[in-house]
C-alpha cells in the first residue's frame, strides 16, 4: 500500500513537470481561426449552472437575463430601466397599483401568443412559491384585458420595479412540475438540451420579437475553472470565465475582458454583544466585533487597493459599500484607508490598549480577537481574509482564520465575522442587508445590525412612489452627515473589493456594452446577447 | 497492511551504507535509522524556528520562482513555500503521531483481548477487524473526518480509528502462539492468573510487534492525512498542511508554476520514506526472527 503511494505521488510529480514543459512549447497553431467569423455557433465555458434549473418563479433570472423568458421591463447598458414585454406603464399617484401594457406581437417559442394571463399566473405563481423570490408586498395582479395587466400592492414599495426588470414570463399553457428543466419562454433563446453538470444547448428562437441574435445556437459547458481555462488555451471554447490568477497567462487567440462588477467581498461583523441565541440556537452577537473601535479600525486600516492587486491582479477595484457606482450609492463611504495613524487612533480612543505587551490590544479583560470565516472552496475569499488578518495583526487585532462548509457558516455567521460576497443591480439588497427587519433572516442582516434613523431611511427609500424619489433616502440610510452604516457611521461591514469578472473572448468576438455585473460569473454575461457579433 | 505481513522484506536499506568500509550490517542498519531520524528531527526543529512571518502575505513577492532566498519558491499570496513545506511537514508528522499511537494503543488492546478472552470475543473482534478492512481506508476516513466536522480533530480521530486493523490481526496472532508457548503454559500451571500471565509473559514479546507497528503507521497516518485534505474533507485551507499545498497547486499548474506542487511533494515522498527506512530498520534489528540476518 505504502508503495504504492510512493509510486503515485513520483508519478504525479512528473507529470506535473512534464505539463509544464509542454505547457510551454505549446505553439499550436490556433484552428477554427478562418472559420471563426462565419460560424453562427458559440460554445461557452462561463460556469454558474443553477441548482434549481430554469425556472423564474423561483429565481432564475435574478442575477443576469433569463435567457429563455423575457422580462416585463429591462435595463440598458447605462442601468436605464426600458421596456421589454411592456409598451408603456404607469404608476397611480398613491404608488399601489401599477398598470403594464403589454406587446401584442410576443410569442412564445412554441408559437402561442404571451398574453395578460401569462403575466399574472407568473407573478401568482411566483408568490406561492416558497423561494428567494419575495413577492410579500404584491396584494393582487388582474389582467384587465387581454394585453393590460394590473399590480396592485399593499404599500407603495419603490424597489417594485426590479421585480418587473428581474421576473421572465413563464407560459400558462406549458407549465408543469418539470418547467425548470425543460423552460420554454419568449426570450431571445430557446431551450434544446440541458446535461446536468456538463451542458446546456440553446438555440434562437424564431419567434423571438427583439432583435434577432446573430448566433443561432450556444453551447455552455459546465467546467471547473481549470478545465475553462485549459479548453481556451485549447482553443476549444469562444468564451471561458477565468479566476484572477490566470489573467497575467496569454492565451493565442484570445483576448482578455474585465466586466466591471459590483460583485463584491467583504466582512460582516456581528454587530451585537453575544447573549442571545437565534430560533435554531445558534449564538447571535460577538463581544469583540461589537466594538464599534474595532469595526471601524479594521475599514480605516485595510489597505483596499492593495487586496485589488494583490490578490485580483489588479482586477478590480476598492469597495467601500454594498452599491459602488450604483444610482443609489452615497459617494461619502469612501474614505481615505491604509490610515494607520488613523485606526490606532480610533482604537485607543475605543479603550483598546496593549497593556500586557503580547502583540494583541486588550480592553479590560477582553481580547481584541475573533474568527474571519470564509467559505472554503473559494480562493479570493480565502486570500482576501488571510491578507486582512496579516495586515490587522500589527495594528494589534487577531484576527483566526478559518475555512468553513456552507452548512457550517449557516451556524457560525451570527456570531463571527464572515467573509461574504454580494451585490445586486437592485437597492432592495441594501435594505435586506442592512435592515432591522431581515436581522438573522437567511444570509441577509446575520450581524443582527441595527439602528433606528437607518430603518427610518430604509423604510422611507422602500415606500418612495419612484425610483428617484428613493435615492435620496438610500444614500442618506449609507451616510447622512451623522450616522448610516456606511465606513464613516455604524460601519457594520468592512467591504474590501469589487471584482471584475474576467473572461477569455476569442478576438473576434464583439461581446457588446456590458452593464456593470452584479454577484456571480457568467449569465450576467449573456444579459445583450443579442448584440454579440463577430467582427470583421 | 503490507508492512507488517512482509516481514521477509529484504535489508536493502542498509546497503545504501556498504560504501563505507568498516562498518558490519547491524552498524550500517543503525546508521540508517540515525540518519532518518535526523531528518524528522531537522523538519521538526526547522519549523519551530522559522517565523510566522515568511508564510504571512507579501503581495510585493508573489509568484517567485525557487531561489536562495526562497528555496521554494512563493506562492499566489508571497508565502515562502519552504516555510509552508516544512510546517506543513511538521503539522502532519504531529497528526501523524497521535494518530498512530491512537492506532496502535486499540490495535493492542484489541488484539490482547481477542486472543485471551475467550471464543466469543475473538469472534467479535475478528468480525469488526473484517468489517474495517473490507472496506476502503480513504472512505471510511471521509466518513469519519465529515461526520466530525473535519478539521485536525476529525482527521485525527478518522486516521487513528482506520489503521488499527492490520495490527490488531497481528497481535492476535502473536499472542495466540505465545499462549501456548512453555513458559506460559508452566506460569499457568504455578497459579498465576490470566491477567498476570499476559502482562508479565506475554505483552513483553509483544513490545518489538508493538514499536514497529507503531513506525510503520505514520507514513500512512502521513499520506492518508494528506490525501483526504486534499480532497477537502481535512484541514482548514489556510493550514501549511501539505494536502492542501497540494491541492492549492493544483490550480496554478497551468499557469506554470511548478514549484508550488514539486518541491512540497518531493518533500512529503522524502518523509514518508524516513519512516518507512526507519520502521524497516527497526524491525530488522529488534524483531527476534531478523535481527542476527
Known amino acids: ?228 481555462f485549459a479548453a481556451a488555451q485549447a482553443g476549444e471554447v469562444d468564451v471561458a470565465a477565468i479566476v484572477p490568477s490566470y489573467a497575467g497567462q496569454k492565451v493565442t487567440g484570445m483576448k482578455l475582458q474585465a466586466v466591471e462588477s459590483v460583485d463584491n467581498r467583504g466582512i460582516l461583523f456581528p454587530y451585537i454583544k453575544p447573549g442571545e441565541k437565534t430560533k435554531d440556537g445558534y449564538p447571535i452577537g460577538n463581544e469583540v466585533t461589537s466594538d464599534i473601535a474595532i469595526r471601524k479600525a479594521i475599514n480605516f486600516y485595510v489597505d483596499r487597493s492593495s487586496l485589488v492587486d494583490g490578490i485580483l491582479n489588479g482586477y ?68 482576501l481574509a488571510i491578507a486582512v488578518a496579516d495586515r490587522v495583526k500589527s495594528i494589534g487585532i487577531k484576527i483566526n482564520v478559518e475555512g468553513k462548509s456552507w452548512d457550517d457558516m449557516e451556524k457560525l455567521m451570527y456570531s463571527n465575522a464572515i467573509m461574504f460576497g454580494w451585490g445586486s443591480q437592485d437597492p432592495i ?86 452593464k456593470i455585473h452584479p454577484h456571480g460569473h457568467g449569465w450576467p454575461l449573456t444579459d445583450n446577447i443579442e448584440e454579440w457579433h463577430w467582427e470583421n | 497492511m503490507s508492512e507488517i505481513s512482509a516481514v521477509t522484506r529484504d535489508s536493502r536499506n542498509s546497503k545504501f551504507f556498504k560504501f563505507i568500509p568498516g562498518l558490519n550490517r547491524r552498524q550500517r542498519t543503525l546508521l540508517m535509522i540515525a540518519s532518518s531520524v535526523l531528518v524528522l528531527a531537522a523538519v521538526i526543529m526547522a519549523s519551530l524556528l522559522l517565523d510566522n512571518e515568511k508564510i504571512a502575505t507579501h503581495f510585493d513577492e508573489k509568484n517567485l520562482g525557487p531561489s536562495l532566498e526562497h528555496f521554494f519558491g ?101 499472542v495466540l502462539q505465545l499462549r501456548s508457548a512453555e513458559f506460559v503454559q508452566i506460569s499457568r500451571h504455578m497459579g498465576k492468573s490470566r491477567w498476570w500471565t499476559a502482562f508479565h509473559h506475554i505483552l513483553p514479546h509483544l513490545v518489538p510487534q508493538f514499536f514497529v507497528g507503531f513506525v510503520l503507521l505514520f507514513p500512512h497516518a502521513i499520506l492518508h492525512e494528506a490525501s483526504i485534505t486534499f480532497l477537502g474533507f481535512g484541514l482548514s485551507p489556510h493550514k501549511p498542511a501539505i494536502g492542501v499545498i497540494l491541492s492549492e497547486a493544483m490550480k496554478y499548474l497551468s499557469t506554470g508554476m511548478w514549484w508550488l506542487a514539486f518541491f512540497p511533494g518531493l518533500s512529503l515522498l522524502i518523509i514518508v520514506r524516513a519512516f518507512d527506512i526507519i520502521g524497516e530498520n527497526l524491525r530488522l534489528l529488534i524483531d527476534p526472527h531478523h535481527a542476527h540476518d
Not at chain 1, 454594498?322 to 485607543?348: H, R
Open chain 2, 74 to 174: 512563493t506562492d499566489w499570496l508571497g508565502r515562502d513555500m519552504f516555510t509552508r513545506t516544512v510546517k506543513g511537514l511538521s503539522l502532519s508528522i504531529y497528526i501523524g503521531l497521535i494518530a498512530s499511537a491512537v492506532s496502535v494503543v486499540i490495535a493492542l488492546v484489541l488484539g490482547m483481548s481477542a486472543a485471551t478472552m475467550g471464543k466469543t470475543v475473538d469472534r467479535v473482534i475478528t468480525w469488526i477487524v473484517d468489517l474495517f478492512l473490507g472496506m476502503p481506508h480513504l472512505v471510511a476516513l471521509i466518513l469519519i473526518a465529515f461526520t466530525l466536522g473535519g478539521g485536525a480533530k476529525g482527521v485525527i480521530i478518522g486516521v487513528a480509528f482506520t489503521h488499527w486493523t492490520s495490527l490488531t490481526r497481528v497481535i492476535r496472532a502473536e
Open chain 1, 316 to 383: 478590480g477595484s476598492p469597495a467601500y459599500s454594498v452599491c459602488d457606482k450604483m444610482p443609489w450609492w452615497n459617494p461619502d463611504t469612501v474614505i481615505k484607508d491604509a490610515d494607520e495613524a488613523g485606526a490606532k487612533q480610533i482604537l485607543s480612543e475605543g479603550g483598546w490598549k496593549d497593556s500586557d505587551g503580547d502583540g494583541t490590544l486588550e480592553k479590560g479583560a477582553l481580547k481584541a480577537e475573533f474568527n474571519l470565516i470564509y467559505p472554503s472552496g473559494d480562493q479570493i475569499r480565502q486570500s
Open chain 1, 429 to 514: 439588497e441594501m435594505y435586506n442587508l442592512y435592515s432591522s427587519k431581515y436581522r438573522g433572516v437567511d444570509y441577509y442582516n446575520s450581524g443582527f445590525y441595527m439602528n433606528p434613523k437607518v430603518d427610518e431611511y430604509l423604510n422611507k427609500a422602500m415606500s418612495s412612489i419612484s425610483e428617484a424619489d428613493a435615492l435620496q433616502y438610500w444614500k442618506k440610510a449609507q451616510w447622512d452627515g451623522s450616522t448610516g452604516f456606511g465606513t464613516n457611521g455604524d460601519a457594520p461591514w468592512a467591504w474590501l473589493v469589487n471584482l471584475d469578472h474576467l473572461y477569455l473572448v476569442k478576438e473576434k468576438l464583439n461581446i457588446g456594452k456590458q
Open chain 1, 1 to 228: 500500500m505504502l508503495k504504492r503511494f510512493t509510486v503515485t505521488i513520483t508519478a504525479l510529480s512528473l507529470i506535473f513537470t512534464m505539463l509544464f514543459f509542454s505547457g510551454c512549447s505549446n505553439s499550436e497553431p490556433e484552428k477554427n481561426m478562418k472559420a471563426d467569423t462565419e460560424r453562427d455557433e458559440l460554445i461557452m465555458a462561463i460556469g454558474s449552472e443553477p441548482d434549481g434549473g430554469f425556472d423564474p418563479t423561483t429565481g432564475w433570472g435574478r442575477y443576469g437575463s433569463p435567457l429563455f423568458q423575457s422580462t416585463i421591463l429591462k435595463r440598458d447598458s447605462d442601468m436605464k430601466i426600458v421596456n421589454d414585454l411592456a409598451t408603456d406603464y404607469t404608476v397611480s399617484n398613491d404608488g399601489l397599483e401599477w398598470t403594464v401594457n403589454l406587446r401584442r406581437d410576443v410569442r412564445f417559442s412554441d408559437g402561442k401568443p404571451l398574453t395578460a394571463e401569462d403575466v399574472v399566473f407568473t407573478y401568482e405563481t411566483t408568490a406561492k412559491s416558497a423561494s428567494v423570490v419575495d413577492l410579500n408586498i404584491l396584494k393582487s395582479v388582474t389582467a384587465l384585458d387581454e394585453y393590460t395587466v394590473k399590480f396592485t400592492l399593499k404599500n407603495p414599495q419603490s424597489t417594485f420595479i426590479n421585480i418587473l426588470v428581474n421576473t421572465g414570463i413563464v407560459p400558462k399553457h406549458a407549465y408543469g412540475s418539470d418547467y425548470s428543466q425543460k423552460p420554454l419562454g419568449s426570450g431571445p433563446f430557446k431551450f434544446v438540451q440541458w446535461d446536468k453538470g456538463q451542458q446546456l444547448i440553446v438555440e434562437a428562437n424564431p419567434q423571438y420579437y427583439g432583435k434577432k441574435p446573430f448566433f443561432k445556437k450556444i453551447t455552455f459547458l459546465y467546467l471547473s475553472e481549470e478545465a475553462a
